[in-house]
């Protein structure tokens, strides 16, 4: 439940800011399929990878968890 409320929170933000799944693993030093595969909850997202994402999305980590409940 939690690990889905991460990644709608994610894929939400990623929208929002018009991002693509190609320019956030860019923009957070990680690879296209990783990003995807989280997105569809087909890999496990570590919490450096977390902090890796939301360094590429330009949030921080109280703003994130601030809308996840």
Not at 20 to 31: R, T, V, Y
Not at 34 to 40: H, L
Request: glycine share 8%; net charge positive; aromatic share 4%.
């Amino acid at each position: 439940m939690l690990r889905k409320k991460i990644v709608n929170r994610l894929i939400e933000l990623r929208k929002t800011k018009g991002i693509s799944q190609e320019k956030l693993a860019e923009d957070s030093g990680l690879d296209r399929t990783y990003i995807s595969g989280v997105e569809r909850m087909a890999r496990n997202l570590t919490i450096d990878s977390l902090e890796k994402i939301l360094k590429g999305l330009g949030v921080s980590i109280e703003e994130f968890f601030s809308e996840i409940k």
